[in-house]
């Protein structure tokens, strides 16, 4: 049987009749591409997944319960010099590399273009997200004199894109052999009625597949035994829309290692009940973050004694990790989570559709499904003022506008 027939027979296997009478339209070139692609696609795990989107959240919540913290405020001078000097021992060492995470497809910015190529309108002049996150591993290459790898996650989607960019602005004098680009994985898009879409280059409509995908990625592309050649202990891995993240975090650094955990997070404490960011909360002695749409009504607004809510500590994407920590990540198979929306597709006819309303699940990992595998996460509370300042929407909470205010009371002091 040959290729073309191949495919066929696996669409139809899989009830995907409407690629075939795409297929059968195209000029010879691109249908050679669509075969290639539908002869690599997974269509058993696709069948599960979609299958899965119909069960609904199901978030076991009876054994949930808040978790400890570590407040740096209510730390003595001495305590907090002696995690820090722990934490700088391990830069100076050169044991230590970050990982920038820019997979991920922007939607809520609504910027044509990878996040990190995004201009922000902060002080003395305006600056790129890549450029910031430069900025920052400059000062600490400065700091502890020393030359910290940089990794970045792509997608296949803006990795060329990406490269191209860091290029053209000689990426903002980083010295170039630092830096490693790697790209994630990514999986097709299913309607409600469980068909795949096709886009408007006549190819079956992915999207990058999460952001904790990092870890088989890692591994996949040779970006862990690069890690290990480098002898590097921790790696910091951090998104690229945050324009406070403080990557190398000597403190938190200290505090992994002083309590014996491999991953370690800085938190945010959610500054009202209803904040869209996730809870980080016990379950059976283990660390789970739950999204703020799947916690329960009573467990949002609970306080404790004190009137302090019991679940307000946050994810935020400040995440360490020793090395063996990602290694063993990187063996798990870690749950997917769906998520329902708007993509454009190309109909039977090759009518370019642009859906109003959500019409397709895209399916992602998350990062910090990964802590379930540990007995046992450090969690320092990070301070708003000085290290979040997501660009997450275009407009209003969390935006470049937000941002920069953030970016400019932190580096040149509030305006009153
Ligand atoms: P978000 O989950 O906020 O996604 O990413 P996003 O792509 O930036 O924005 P929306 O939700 O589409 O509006 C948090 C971090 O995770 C990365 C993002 O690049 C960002 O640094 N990410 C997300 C990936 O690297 N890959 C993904 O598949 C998703």
């Avoid at 004098?173 to 630092?178: G, I, N």
């Avoid at 329902?340 to 399916?363: H, L, M, Q, R, T």
Wanted: net charge negative; hydrophobic share 35%.
């Amino acid at each position: 049987m040959d290729q073309k027939q191949e495919a066929i027979e696996k669409l139809k296997k899989y009830h995907q009749e409407h690629i075939i009478n795409i297929l059968e339209m195209l000029e010879e070139q691109k249908q050679k591409k669509l075969i290639e692609q539908v002869l690599t696609i997974d269509f058993e795990q696709i069948e599960k997944l979609y299958e899965d989107t119909k069960k609904g959240i199901n978030v076991e919540v009876s054994e949930l319960k808040p978790i400890k913290s570590i407040n740096p405020d209510k730390l003595s001078q001495e305590q907090k010099k002696a995690y820090e000097q722990k934490g700088e021992e391990i830069i100076k060492k050169n044991a230590f590399a970050v990982v920038t995470m820019s997979g991920g497809q922007g939607t809520r910015l609504g910027y044509n273009g990878p996040k990190g190529t995004f201009k922000i309108n902060v002080k003395p002049q305006p600056k790129y997200l890549f450029e910031i996150i430069v900025d920052t591993l400059k000062r600490a290459n400065e700091k502890y004199q020393v030359m910290i790898p940089w990794y970045i996650m792509t997608s296949e989607e803006n990795n060329d894109e990406i490269i191209h960019f860091m290029e053209e602005h000689n990426y903002f004098a980083y010295p170039k052999e630092q830096v490693k680009f790697f790209t994630q994985g990514e999986l097709p898009l299913i309607t409600p009625e469980g068909k795949l879409l096709v886009d408007e280059e006549d190819k079956i409509r992915v999207a990058s597949n999460g952001n904790g995908s990092i870890f088989e990625s890692m591994k996949q592309k040779g970006i862990l035994e690069d890690m290990r050649e480098k002898k590097i202990e921790w790696v910091y891995i951090g998104s690229i829309d945050n324009v406070l993240l403080k990557m190398v975090d000597v403190l938190l650094i200290g505090i992994a290692i002083d309590e014996g955990s491999q991953i370690a997070t800085r938190s945010i404490f959610k500054n009202n009940p209803r904040e869209r960011i996730g809870s980080l909360c016990s379950q059976n002695g283990k660390i789970k973050v739950i999204e703020y749409s799947e916690l329960p009504e009573e467990m949002i607004e609970a306080t404790d004694e004190e009137g302090e809510l019991l679940y307000g500590e946050s994810h935020v994407m400040c995440n360490l990790f020793h090395i063996d920590a990602l290694e063993k990540i990187s063996t798990k198979q870690l749950p997917y989570h769906s998520a329902f929306k708007k993509y454009s597709y190309k109909d039977e006819n090759g009518k370019v559709i642009v859906p109003e309303e959500p019409n397709a699940y895209k399916f992602e990992y998350f990062i910090f499904d990964s802590f379930e595998y540990f007995n046992q996460i450090s969690i320092l509370r990070g301070k708003r003022e000085e290290d979040f300042a997501p660009v997450k929407n275009k407009e209003g909470v969390d935006s470049p506008e937000t941002a920069a205010k953030l970016y400019n009371d932190f580096w040149f002091g509030k305006e009153e």
